[in-house]
């Protein structure tokens, strides 16, 4: 079920059970039919108002777990007529939820939380009910999973908003409590209060909240009513609170008088608990209080309970933070202090009583007793979702008054007697009985009674604290009493009393603090016999006491001495005769009962001496055995840059020298500065009397630190240079200048300079250590020298011979050429070196490559060729020159500048050899082509002429070998003569070119 009325007026506005909606008049509201909650879900419906219209209501809804159905679905019921209509239904919000639905309102006021669980996983869902409507993705908090079956069983939100508990209906009961967030939705700290055992509500169902939010009430179906106390700080005691209410029920709820309304099955009444704020029976649960008329079953109406909140601001607080506030207390010394929290806001407290018993509580209000008058700190620390604040006071407990009644008196009939004592500012005083005294509120008033009287003296501090003394005055015959005969030693003091009458008066005099009064304080020089005569009035007895005096012994444990660890030393004086003596304490001596011991400590110690004369006097004296336990202490071992110093430390004597002395400031002293050049070992010998120790730290020189840039070095122009030194792993590296460098932060790199430049790398090691080096590199220009051949181009004739000449450039010492060229196109015939400054040390020819090894420089050599007719129709054929070696200073080089002796035009350039082998002479036409055959040796002659006679391309003029040829004739078309004369021979034939 689930009800809600007009916040202002309180009218019904309507009802459900989770599948009908009535209105005001108990009429089935229009659309409010067939919704899909259950007749038996533990909470069916729940109705949340819309925080986007005041017109409007959310209606959610769950399923009864046995219909098969676990999906959470929500409604809206529209009131804007007087008997409301239903305008949406059912829309399905989230599945496998059990028959659990509550909510609460959100951390600003301004929307809602609702709270649905899953069926059998240990899951919260919370969804957020804001202006812009109701959220489909749930906050989903996750807890222990101690449990698979949470279908039934009621789940409740604290009144305000800081606790959620969940009740499973299984057999063995299952009860959990955790925290709510109303700013995000959020369940944590999650714990099990019970899970089955003989203490645990079986079939865990109802659940309500007291309005203090301090108690949770949980039902067992077949058992009984638990009460348990939430604001405890464990889950161990929040179990151990458990209080057992003889009482069955079902649903519990929370209602606006404060009270928790119970779910009686099976009658026609509810029951109630009057005061659910207190625990155990005192919570006053009554049986029938309200009359139903038709049997009531498990539930109650489900509502939001952050309107039944005691606590906090009117309604609810506003998720703000807590502020704590203390009411403090003060008291007299043996009388408990109150002390009360007035903070607000506050869900959670913790007092912390310093001194005090208890020294911490949870409670709103503690009763706290201190063992001593004084001032003793306070804290409150209180809490809510929010955050937490800290209040902090102080409890004063004031000292009670001392009362002083004064001695017993004994007076003549009469006569009058002074009781009480001298007054003490800001105390007042008051006796009873009144009777007989000259004023009962004096400190000291004169008593004149007439019969044997006891006066009761009560003293009032400034501050109300009170005691009480007593004092009986009789009034009869003089009896003097006085104190006991007593032995005092020399020096010393002895207080005398005597009781009896009003006045007194002692003999003799001397060595007495007052000798008319009843209580003098005796000194005297010798033993004496002190005698008192007791009177009041005309009454008077006397009687006598002896103090003894003996002689004070003295106390001699000598001068402080100083020794080393392991060495002995004689303490105290010779005995005297009568005396007993005691050494404490008794560790390092030969004996403890003697005047003079033998000390042997281990550790500087101070000898206690008590020596105890006739009387049992005593007297003490103290000496100081400081042993010289020399233990050398001094700076630990520590690394510095190159050319750093540090202050190197010792301790531990009163004497100091250092080795070896170089490179301190002084040797001589605790803490000397160190400049090392080197890592060095300083040992400290260290002096005090006759006590030695030495210890020993070292200083190390970062060796890491040293920059290496690399030896100076020259390159060509255009050329690179690797400077730097290996890397050392963890140091950082920084060139400078960056013109020309390829890793400027790197130990070794590649720099293209310019010009000659000067590089500088600074290194740092891990410890900060920074050192730099340079480098330079020097940068010269480059000389080229060249081989060459003149000419560089000759006109050849096939069988003709033909030469070059090479010129061998300044600079060079020794170099090797190499000249290549087509082995059927020449053939070498030999060298003449033509400059005396040259030597040819290595001539050699093979198979078209000439290799020439000299030395010598700026020189020529003539190199001696045979031409062959080429064996193509190429126009013009290279012999390329290459330079192997050449020995040349820095930067020169030797390049090779006409190295390309190129073959031009040769007569008979049309043509090639067929055979090499001669048969005969003869000339062949063909269409574009000739093949002609030379019989012998010698010169040919082979022209082509135009038909007008003009001669148009000559094909050889020259000598042939014999053989074969085939020729080509590249000419435009047309009609040709073609002529070949050798010796003898001669022919003329005609050419037709074509296309």
Same mark, same amino acid.
């Given at each position: ?451 044997? !009287? ?5 003293? &009032? @501090?400034?501050?109300? $604290?009170?005691?009480?003394? #007593? /004092?009986?005055? +009789? *009034? ?50 010798? !033993? ?5 005569? &007791? @009177?009041?009035?005309? $009454?008077?007895?006397?009687? #006598? /006491?002896?103090? +003894? *005096? ?57 000898? &206690? ?12 004296? +103290? *000496? ?372």
């Amino acid at each position: 079920m689930a009800s809600i009325s007009d916040k202002k007026t309180g009218a019904l506005l309507f009802y459900t059970d989770g599948i009908t909606v009535w209105n005001s008049q108990h009429e089935v509201m229009t659309g409010g039919t067939s919704l899909k909650g259950g007749s038996s879900s533990t909470q069916s419906a729940l109705i949340i108002p819309n925080p986007a219209n005041i017109q409007q209501y959310y209606l959610f809804t769950v399923p009864e777990y046995e219909s098969g159905e676990s999906t959470l679905y929500y409604s809206i019921v529209n009131m804007a007529t007087p008997k409301g209509e239903v305008i949406a239904k059912n829309t399905p919000l989230y599945t496998n939820v059990s028959e659990k639905l509550t909510g609460t309102l959100d951390c600003d006021g301004s929307g809602f939380w609702i709270v649905a669980h899953h069926v059998s996983n240990s899951e919260f869902y919370s969804f957020h009910i804001t202006s812009t409507g109701v959220s489909s993705a749930p906050i989903v908090s996750r807890h222990t999973a101690d449990n698979s079956d949470y279908r039934a069983g009621y789940m409740k939100i604290s009144p305000d908003r800081t606790k959620i508990a969940l009740a499973s209906q299984i057999p063995t009961g299952y009860l959990a409590l955790a925290t709510f967030s109303p700013l995000t939705g959020m369940i944590s700290g999650y714990l099990t209060i019970s899970d089955g055992g003989n203490t645990c509500p079986l079939f865990t169902y109802g659940l309500a909240f007291s309005p203090d939010n301090s108690k949770l009430y949980a039902t067992g179906l077949l058992s009984s009513i638990f009460q348990y106390e939430i604001n405890l700080p464990t889950e161990t005691a929040i179990r151990n609170s458990q209080s057992i209410l003889n009482i069955t029920g079902g649903g519990l709820q929370l209602a606006p008088d404060g009270k928790i309304y119970i779910a009686q099955e099976n009658t026609r009444y509810l029951g109630r608990i009057d005061l659910p704020n207190l625990k155990g029976d005192a919570c006053m649960y009554k049986q029938d209080v309200i009359a139903l008329p038709r049997l009531a079953l498990l539930g109650l109406p489900n509502c939001l309970d952050y309107i039944f909140n005691q606590v906090g601001q009117p309604g609810i607080s506003r998720c703000s933070t807590p502020i704590a506030m203390i009411k403090s207390d003060s008291g007299c010394y043996g009388y408990p202090l109150v002390f009360t929290e007035l903070s607000t806001n506050a869900t959670k407290r913790t007092w912390t009583f310093t001194g005090g018993t208890p020294s911490t509580s949870t409670a709103m209000s503690e009763s706290v007793t201190y063992p001593a008058p004084g001032k003793y700190p306070i804290r409150l620390v209180v809490e809510n979702a929010m955050g937490s604040d800290t209040a902090y006071s102080e409890a004063t407990i004031f000292p009670n008054p001392v009362a002083t009644a004064g001695f017993d008196k004994t007076i003549c009939s009469g006569a009058t007697a002074h009781i009480g004592a001298p007054p003490t500012i800001g105390e007042t005083y008051s006796w009873f009985p009144a009777t007989a005294l000259d004023d009962p509120t004096k400190s000291s008033p004169m008593a004149t009674p007439s019969n044997t !009287t006891q006066y009761i003296l009560t003293v &009032v @501090s400034e501050h109300g $604290c009170y005691a009480h003394d #007593t /004092v009986n005055v +009789t *009034v009869g015959s003089i009896i003097a009493k006085v104190s006991n005969d007593t032995s005092i030693c020399e020096g010393k003091h002895a207080q005398l009393t005597a009781s009896g009458g009003t006045n007194y008066e002692w003999s003799p005099a001397e060595g007495l603090s007052d000798s008319t009064i009843e209580n003098p304080i005796a000194i005297p020089l010798k !033993t004496t016999i002190y005698k008192v005569r &007791v @009177s009041s009035g005309t $009454c008077q007895d006397s009687a #006598t /006491v002896t103090i +003894t *005096v003996n002689p004070q012994p003295t106390a001699n444990a000598g001068q402080d001495q100083s020794i080393c660890a392991g060495n002995s030393t004689p303490i105290g004086e010779a005995p005297k005769a009568g005396n007993m003596y005691l050494w404490q304490p008794s560790a390092g001596l030969s004996s403890e009962t003697i005047a003079n011991p033998t000390a042997s400590p281990t550790i500087s110690t101070q000898y &206690v001496l008590t020596v105890t004369g006739a009387g049992g006097c005593i007297a003490t004296d +103290t *000496v100081i055995v400081t042993v010289g336990n020399l233990k050398a202490s001094v700076s630990a071992d520590t690394t510095i840059c190159s050319r750093a110093n540090v202050q190197l430390f010792a301790s531990g004597g009163a004497n100091y020298e250092w080795f070896p002395k170089s490179g301190l400031s002084d040797a001589f002293i605790p803490n000397p500065i160190a400049s090392p050049n080197i890592s060095t070992t300083y040992k400290v010998v260290i002096t005090m009397g006759v006590c030695v120790d030495s210890a020993f730290t070292t200083i190390t020189i970062d060796s890491l630190s040293f920059a290496k840039a690399g030896g100076d070095l020259n390159i060509c122009e255009g050329d690179e240079a690797l400077i730097g030194a290996q890397s050392v792993p963890g140091n950082l590296y920084q060139w400078s200048p960056l013109t020309g460098v390829k890793d400027p932060n790197s130990a070794q790199t590649i720099v293209t300079p310019q010009a000659t430049t000067m590089y500088t790398v600074q290194v740092t090691t891990p410890t900060g250590c920074t050192t730099t080096d340079e480098v330079s590199v020097s940068v010269f220009p480059k000389i080229s020298h060249a081989f060459t051949l003149t000419p560089d181009m000759v006109v050849i004739l096939p069988g003709a011979p033909f030469r070059t000449v090479l010129h061998v450039p300044t600079g060079v010492s020794t170099w090797e050429i190499r000249l290549k060229y087509g082995s059927l196109l020449a053939e070498f015939q030999g060298v003449n070196t033509l400059s005396s400054t040259l030597q040819l040390n290595l001539i050699k020819e093979h198979n078209g490559e000439l290799t020439l090894h000299g030395t010598g420089e700026n020189g020529e050599v003539e190199l001696n060729f045979k031409a062959f007719l080429p064996h193509n129709s190429d126009t013009v054929f290279a012999m390329n020159l290459i330079i192997d070696t050449a020995q040349t200073a820095q930067c020169d080089r030797a390049t090779g500048q006409g190295t390309k002796l190129l073959l031009d035009a040769y007569c008979g350039k049309y043509f090639r050899m067929v055979s090499s082998t001669g048969k005969q002479y003869f000339l062949t036409v063909k269409e574009k082509s000739i093949d002609f055959g030379v019989g012998l040796s010698g010169k040919v002659s082979l022209e082509v002429f135009d038909y007008v006679g003009n001669s148009v391309l000559v094909v050889s003029d020259g000598a042939l070998e014999a053989g074969e040829y085939s020729a080509e004739l590249d000419l435009p078309v047309g009609v040709y003569y073609c002529r070949m004369r050798a010796g003898m021979y001669e022919y003329v034939g005609k050419v037709f070119v074509r296309f």
